[in-house]
Structures are given as C-alpha cells and as structure tokens.
C-alpha cells in the first residue's frame, strides 16, 4: 500500500492550497482516511478525515471554515482544500489510511495503518 501527498508549497497568508493524496494497493471505499500536520520538534497533529463509505468528515476546531476534506472513491485519492491560510498552517502535512479507524480514534495517530511521505505546506505573513 502507497500513499502520494503532493500539493504542499510556498502561499502567503490568505492565500490557498489543495493538498491530495492518491492511494495504491488498497482501495479508500470503506475505510478512512486522515490528513495531519506536523511542525518539526512537534507532535503530529490531527487535521481532517472522512469516512469513505458514508462521506462523513471531521475537521479540527481551529481550520473549521478554511479547511474541507474530500474523497474521490472512483480515483481513490482524498483532498485537503486549505482557504485563509494562516502562517500558524505552516506544517509538513500527511495522509492517512485506517482500515478499521473508529470514530472516537479518528484524531489519534496510532490508529492509523498506513501513511503518506508528506509535503510540505509554507505560509508567509
């Protein structure tokens, strides 16, 4: 199983971005799937995720209204559109894939099988 993040770069504040993440091997129909970000010396931390059989998402509190997450079954890619950016964005960001990922786990790391290389999101003041 593979995960591809790309998407991530250089924007100012205010600016967007649209992060996506193509999964290989395994199919997202049915599983979920998370985005974090990580800011070096820093704990990974959740951002969004979706359920892929049902659609539902969940976001964290503080990009609620900037931050959508997205997922195409038929392309088996999940997106992360990034409004409003904010300098405090700036983040290394990742996808992930849980196969059996409840939802009171949904922000937790560990409850995550596999995972994407990362890219990197940049926002300048």
């Known amino acids: 199983v593979q995960l591809q993040a790309y998407g991530g770069g250089l924007v100012q504040a205010g600016g967007s971005l649209r992060l996506s993440c193509v999964v290989s091997?395994?199919?997202?129909?049915?599983?979920?799937m998370g985005w974090f970000r990580q800011v070096s010396g820093e704990e990974r931390e959740f951002v969004a995720a979706i359920f892929l059989n049902n659609g539902r998402t969940y976001v964290k509190d503080s990009v609620k209204g900037r931050f959508t997450i997205s997922g195409d079954n038929a392309k088996n890619t999940v997106y992360l559109q990034m409004n409003s950016l904010r300098p405090e964005d700036t983040a290394t960001y990742y996808c992930?894939?849980?196969?059996?990922?409840?939802?009171?786990?949904?922000?937790?790391?560990?409850?995550?099988?596999?995972w994407g290389q990362g890219t990197q999101v940049t926002v300048s003041s």
């Open positions: 992930a894939l849980g196969e059996g990922t409840i939802l009171s786990s949904i922000r937790e790391p560990r409850a995550y099988d596999y």
């Open positions: 091997g395994r199919t997202i129909r049915n599983k979920v």
